[in-house]
């Protein structure tokens, strides 16, 4: 058949079948009259599209113009790299969080992996990761916790391995511990001290927060999650800043503002987050709730200090 | 934009050497999200959403005659007996009741008929396009492609209803 031939064929076919079936063959033996082969072709394919039905490729292999149902929570059980997934202990911006143990045996120990969400650059954060994981891997710190390992699963999503840390986010721990004033800047004293010392190895967190600072039972802060807003950083300059890893309420101005990130961005967030252990609020207003409103909050307004914030209260 | 190209392919290969034969098309589930976060990518790599389609629906229909091949010659029966069934957890059309291979060669035939029609097919049962999805890629109307459609399945119907009785 020469393509000149289908489309005679088919011209033919298309009107027919188009017509109610019963007028059908009074149409094809009058437009084919003197071409048998013709009359033969169509009536075949007529025949073909009834034995076809509604079921003949009617239903898609697969439905690329819709996301599939989520998946990320049946990762539990599953494995990822040489571990085993056990449980979520997290979901955020950046994906989830899941504990995990090694599925050869290699060590006993428990740890965390975060599986980035999709929508990242996958090639960019892994290459980013690459770049960082030598520095990240050499922060060794009683209050840092430690970046293991870190790959792709098998749909080529990042991952990485973390050490786990069981505890309570800073400022729930003060509050249950009903720690007072000294006993909270002793433990923030910690804290400074883990990130004075991954300045010193040029390692900048950029998203200081509660969540991020977790009170283990044995009463030791641990940061989590050192340098990974780097790697999972929009490339910089981009105006997504915001809606990135970056927490907004914790955030420095020059974050705000899509400034170059230096050292005093992780001293602007551990200043609010002091702000919150000793005034038990956030220095910016209450009704800030949006980024945007953050954003203003922290760019324009001075915050009220501390003290005079509390003797307000009472 | 052969790197796309490539990147899927990859994907895909990766995921068909790690198919065991007493899985269903778990993978092809897999590949579906690699797409999806493909065709997601900031800044995307692809010229449009015609372009994209058109390559991952190409490539998914080699994924599936790849697969289809590789079980059907794990089977004795051989690759013609080869049908698809999707894992009916994954909320996928849980039949597809079509021999791949044959459907594959027969649509190689029909693009040497026309092409418009073999890439209808393609981006409607490969890449799950409605009617009006596919015209707005094809940047064709609706009745073109409802037109070429139906000619093209029974052609397909046709065809591999004779493939099958050789």
Known sequence: ?314 | MPLVYSELRRLAHYYLQRERSDHTLQSTALVHEAFLRLAGQNPPQWQNRAHFFGIAAHVMRQILVEYARAHGAAKRGGANSCKLTLDEALDLPKQVDVDVIALDTALDRLSELDPQQSRIVELRFFAGLTIEDTSEVMGISPATVKRDWTSARAWLHREIARSASK
């Open chain 1, 1 to 314: 058949m020469t393509p000149e031939r289908w489309q005679q064929i088919r011209e033919v076919f298309d009107r027919a079948v188009s017509l109610p079936s019963e007028k059908r063959a009074a149409y094809v033996n009058a437009i084919c009259a003197n071409d048998s082969d013709l009359l033969h072709e169509v009536e075949s394919l007529l025949s073909s599209d009834d034995h076809a039905g509604t079921g003949f490729l009617n239903s898609p292999v697969v439905d690329l113009t819709h996301p599939l149902p989520n998946r990320a929570a049946n990762r539990v059980g599953s494995r990822i790299g040489a571990y085993n997934i056990l449980e979520e202990i997290g979901r955020g911006g950046m994906g989830e969080v899941y504990r995990a143990s090694r599925a050869d045996g290699q060590y006993e120990k428990e740890v965390a992996i975060k599986v980035v969400r999709g929508g990242y650059d996958t090639a960019a954060v892994l290459d980013r990761f690459r770049h960082e994981r030598q520095i990240l891997a050499s922060l060794d710190h009683p209050n840092i916790a430690r970046l293991l390992d870190g790959g792709t699963t098998e749909e080529g999503i990042p991952y990485l391995v973390m050490e786990l840390i069981e505890g309570t986010p800073i400022d729930q721990y003060c509050n249950a511990q009903h720690l007072n004033v000294t006993a909270r800047l002793r433990l923030f004293l910690e804290v400074c001290s883990a990130v004075q010392y991954a300045h010193q190895h040029l390692v900048i967190h950029r998203d200081i927060k509660p969540g991020n600072i977790l009170v283990t039972k044995e009463g030791t802060p641990k940061l989590l999650d050192f340098g990974i807003a780097k790697i999972l950083d929009p490339v910089s300059g981009n105006e997504s800043t915001i809606s990135g890893p970056m927490t907004p309420e914790y955030a420095s101005p020059e974050q705000i503002r899509n400034e170059p990130i230096t050292t005093a961005t992780d001293v602007y967030s551990l200043g609010v987050v002091l702000y919150q252990l000793v005034a038990g609020r956030s220095p910016y207003p209450t009704k800030a709730r949006t980024a945007h409103e953050f954003a203003r909050a922290i760019c324009e307004s001075e915050p009220e200090r501390p003290s005079t914030m509390i003797s307000k209260a009472e």
